[in-house]
């Protein structure tokens, strides 16, 4: 039985790329079945990617173009493809022709093994160090925070069972932590090694502040994986640890305030208990710390809630779907 495959591809100024990589996306599918598509979401375009698109829409008939009227961000745009997508095997992958549709027979191999997601890895990058080293750090936090320990969480070009999305609901830039979000529901997870190749038109959309909106977007994802159902066994653990502080800072004061008085501690050297705030202040500003986290932490939770009823993006419009092929 021939694969039924849609292909989601964000696009943000990749004017250059477009023709070539839908070029090639098309030697190898038409040779792998007749049920296929490439779904590009122009998410907010500033230069001619969307003429592109409507191009390649009116040449092709496997190509549907989703148009959003300002950038939404990628989580948006993988969102609005899954949803314009026909077919129950969904691949991602970025437009910078930086991943290889050659891989994508293999893809489909490893699916068919069992597996519900295919994450590509980037064993050799062809990327520069400020990109390369952060992302080892990145993958191994990961790792040892979620249990999901693949190799590369940050690579785009992915394989997954459409019922994936329908269990997964991806908002802000959580987009990267879909495997780890899917583990979470007890889907399989796999990983392949796949080419990886240097950037040919344009330049990268992520800079440093990737890194650290990636480590907050990782305590979200801690949070909704293992404590979505019992939050209190995570704020109650905050909330112990700064109780556990508060005794050992009240002890330690009563002690100092108690060998003042029998004079193991000069009075006249010692300041009195009052008149020494320091503690207090660190106290304080550890239970207030503990107070933001929790408050924090529970408005992710609300946001997951919340984040599959309301539509985080707003389509100008779209090209003609590409029709399945009538049997004969």
């Known amino acids: 039985m021939d694969p039924a495959f849609s292909i989601v591809i964000p696009v943000y100024n990749e004017q250059d790329s477009l023709r070539q990589l839908f070029s090639e996306i098309y030697a190898v599918s038409i040779d792998l079945t007749t049920n296929w598509e490439v779904i590009f979401v122009d998410d907010g375009s500033t230069d001619d990617s969307w003429s592109r698109i409507e191009e390649l829409a009116k040449t092709y008939p496997q190509v549907c173009g989703v148009q959003f009227r300002r950038n939404f961000g990628k989580a948006a745009a993988l969102t609005a493809g899954v949803e ?5 095997i969904i691949f991602t992958m970025d437009a910078d022709l930086q991943d290889n549709p050659v891989e994508i027979p293999r893809f489909l191999a490893q699916l068919n093994e069992g597996q519900d997601v295919v994450s590509g890895w980037k064993q050799v990058r062809n990327d520069p160090m400020d990109k390369t080293v952060p992302s080892r750090v990145f993958n191994f936090l990961v790792g040892r925070l979620t249990g999901v320990k693949l190799r590369d969480h940050n690579c785009g070009f992915k394989c997954y069972r459409r019922e994936v999305f329908d269990e997964v609901r991806i908002y802000g830039e959580l987009h990267r932590f879909v495997p780890v979000l ?12 796949v080419q990886h190749r240097a950037r040919q038109h344009g330049k990268s959309k992520y800079g440093w502040r990737r890194i650290y909106r990636g480590l907050l977007d990782l305590l979200t ?9 019992r939050p209190q066994h995570l704020i109650g653990l905050l909330g112990g640890m700064s109780l556990m502080v508060g005794i050992a800072g009240l002890t330690a004061m009563g002690g100092y305030w108690v060998m003042r008085q029998i004079g193991v501690l000069d009075p ?4 009195p208990l009052h008149q020494r705030p320091i503690v207090l202040y660190a106290l304080g500003a550890l239970l207030l710390g503990g107070q933001l986290m929790s408050v924090g932490l529970l408005a992710e939770l609300l946001t997951a809630q919340t984040a599959g009823q309301t539509r985080h993006f707003s389509i100008r419009q779209t090209t003609p779907k590409p029709q399945p092929p009538v049997a004969s």
């Open 268 to 271: 006249e050297v010692w300041s």
């Open 221 to 229: 994802v801690v949070m909704l994986t293992n404590y979505r159902q």
């Open 182 to 193: 899917a583990a979470s529901y007890g889907f399989r997870i796999g990983e392949m090694s």
């Open 84 to 88: 314009a997508a026909q077919f129950p």
